[in-house]
Each structure stands twice: as C-alpha cells, then as structure tokens.
C-alpha cells in the first residue's frame, strides 16, 4: 500500500489515501474524478494520470469547474 497526502482544490481540502499502486489514475479513482475533469501537479509541475508516487508524497489535485 503506498499512502498519499492529496490536497484538492479549490475545495482546500486534504485527504490521507491508501492505494494499491501509487499511481495518478488509481488516486482519481479513489476520490471519484475522471481523469479528463482534474490535473493532477507535484512538486508544483502536472503530471500525467500513469505517473506513480511514493509513499508519504504529497500531491495536487485541480478539479477543473466552468465557468461563464
């Protein structure tokens, strides 16, 4: 199990997980986004939904909104 710190935004909340894998495309799952509604940042850079994290790595979640 790898644990991530995840902060989501612009909601400013942060949610400890538990994934198998570690990877962008598990952690959109997990917090019930598609992959084509958020971006995931670490370390102040996007990456892709396939990158894999370490355990106790913090990541950016931005969950995209229209607006008008």
């Known amino acids: 199990m790898v644990k991530l710190i995840v ?5 400013n909340r942060e949610v400890v997980i538990d ?3 570690g990877c962008g495309r598990e952690v959109i ?3 019930g ?3 084509e509604s958020v ?3 670490y370390k102040g850079k996007p990456v892709l ?3 894999c994290f ?3 790595d ?3 979640v931005y969950v995209a909104t229209s607006g008008g």
């Open 19 to 21: 994934t198998k894998s």
């Open 7 to 11: 902060r989501i935004y612009p909601d």
């Open 49 to 51: 939904e396939d990158t």
């Open 54 to 56: 370490n355990d106790g």
């Open 39 to 41: 971006v995931l940042v």
């Open 58 to 60: 913090e990541v950016e």
């Open 29 to 31: 799952r997990l917090l």
């Open 33 to 35: 986004y598609s992959s």
